[in-house]
């Protein structure tokens, strides 16, 4: 399920009054989406072949600062435009937004027309290409958590972020009652969504004092990232909405767990389950255990695009239900991986490294890319790891810092093969200037620790 508003009918609601506003959108670096607002005439008129961007939009971090060190872009270069081409394709009402309409884009060079390859939208399609040409079509689903809070985001942020109260005051892990407390937000999370063409599985509560979890159907590649996006910036808007604020920080709270993004993830031949095997041992084929292979042996390597800022590293903790080594288990969720719906035709892999703050295009592309070096070069399986996999000393650690993270990506051969070098350099800066700023930081920690005592 892609977009749900063709252009004839967005024609049709334009001229009826229900439709004058018009999100033209692409998607930066860190996740989010960023675009224009358009009258709904002058999108039909025009703007639907295409409008224009700064091309500084992938060369920003979250407080729209320009580094420098970035290829593509910079004051020398004068920091022109990037093409935004409407996907006509992923055009939806936006529910909770009165007369609105939205639709993503791709982002084109201004001189050549080509796709941006560092876009993430294009890294993701790369990699899908590179499947459909082994004859392999992904399947994907993204988990989403976040905490709510009792405040608005004005409040919170006035008040330094340091009165920050959840909404519920227990662990709400699959608790009823106390989710039915926050359905003046949750509810219209879901039903809105759903409207806007997302297809949403449920909400529930996690496993701590507010954190709440929304699940989507798994859907091809492309599209669950799509719905991964908007539904996380819905979830911001819908809270804003009525009052309260959401964060989709990893760890907002040193005492409390910390918030993921688990990617669950199976490759179709056409109609048929290409992970599944009856006779294959847990119902695995050659294929899944050769995709799964390559996961495990290159997951230091892309662990930088599921977990991009230094907060990241903060959830890879023991006893967090957050891995903490790059492991597989069958159905055991101290591991990196864990497989799921063992000896059916819903066998897969869900990877529980990335945190609630990824970029869904680039962890999915990341994680496909793995997939497929292993496919290739016919990686073995090890046997899977059982018991509480926080102790077993001998599994290959996640890195635990950004720094180490960055490195990794640095000089991985595997991906530079699979996305191009221009790609990895890009990234790779990002996440440089990310360290390079907290570096810079001096922490209410380091206050309270030395102030006195040094």
């Known amino acids: 399920m892609a977009g749900n508003l063709s252009f004839d009918a967005l024609k049709s609601a334009a001229g009826s009054g229900d439709i004058d506003t018009v999100l033209v959108c692409c998607v930066d ?28 939009m992938l060369a920003t971090d979250l407080e729209m600062a320009t580094p420098d060190g970035y290829a593509t872009t910079s ?10 081409k409407p996907d006509l394709s992923t055009m939806r009402r936006v529910p909770w937004l009165e007369g609105t309409a939205m639709v993503l884009c791709d982002l084109l060079d201004h001189h050549t027309h080509e796709p941006v390859a560092q876009s993430p939208r294009q890294i993701l399609k790369v990699q899908i290409a590179r ?94 990232a799509d719905h991964h996006t908007i539904a996380k910036h819905a979830v911001k808007e819908i809270a804003w909405a009525n009052g309260r604020a959401v964060t989709f920080l990893p760890k907002w709270n040193p005492k409390k767990v910390g918030s993921s993004s688990h990617v669950h993830m199976s490759l179709w031949s056409g109609s048929t389950p290409a992970f599944r095997d009856e006779n294959g041992e847990y119902g695995m084929s050659t294929l899944m255990r050769h995709f799964l292979a390559g996961l495990i042996e290159y997951a230091s390597e892309y662990t930088c695009f ?78 899977p790891t059982g018991g509480d996999i926080y102790e077993h000393a001998d599994a290959k650690h996640i890195p635990s810092t950004l720094r180490a993270a960055t490195e990794t990506l640095r000089g991985s051969k595997m991906l530079r093969e699979a996305m191009g070098d221009a790609v990895v350099d890009h990234y790779v800066r990002c996440a440089e200037w990310e360290q390079e700023e907290f570096d810079k930081a001096v922490t209410d920690w380091e206050i309270a620790r030395g102030f006195e005592r040094a």
């Not at 989010?32 to 500084?56: A, L, P, W």
């Not at 004051?75 to 935004?84: I, K, L, R, S, T």
């Not at 957050?322 to 159905?331: K, N």
Request: aromatic share 10%.
């Open 306 to 383: 599921l977990a991009p800022y230094v907060n990241s590293y903060k959830r890879f903790m023991k006893g967090s239900f957050a891995p903490t080594r790059t492991v597989w288990s069958v159905d055991n969720r101290t591991a990196g991986f864990r497989l799921c719906g063992e000896g059916t035709k819903a066998v897969r892999v869900e990877c529980r490294i990335g945190g609630s703050d990824m970029n869904p295009y680039l962890a999915q592309a990341a994680l496909l890319a793995a997939g497929i070096k292993g496919i290739e070069d016919k990686l073995e399986l090890a046997p």
């Open 29 to 56: 670096m860190q996740g989010r989406i960023m675009g224009k607002r358009f009258h709904v005439q002058n999108f039909i008129d025009s703007s639907h072949e295409e409008t224009h961007c700064c091309n500084y």
């Open 131 to 224: 499947l459909k040409a082994l004859g392999y079509t992904a399947m994907m689903a993204t988990e989403l958590e976040f905490f709510l809070f009792e405040q608005s985001f004005r409040d919170l942020a006035l008040s330094g972020y340091r009165e920050l109260t959840p909404i519920s005051s227990y662990n709400e892990d699959y608790h009823i009652l106390q989710t039915t407390k926050e359905e003046g937000i949750m509810r219209p999370v879901r039903n809105h969504l759903f409207a806007a063409g997302i297809p949403v599985e449920n909400t529930k509560g996690e496993a701590e004092t507010g954190q709440e979890e929304l699940n989507i159907r798994y859907a091809e590649a492309l599209d669950c």
């Open 75 to 84: 004051w020398q270069a004068g920091y022109g435009d990037y093409v935004m």
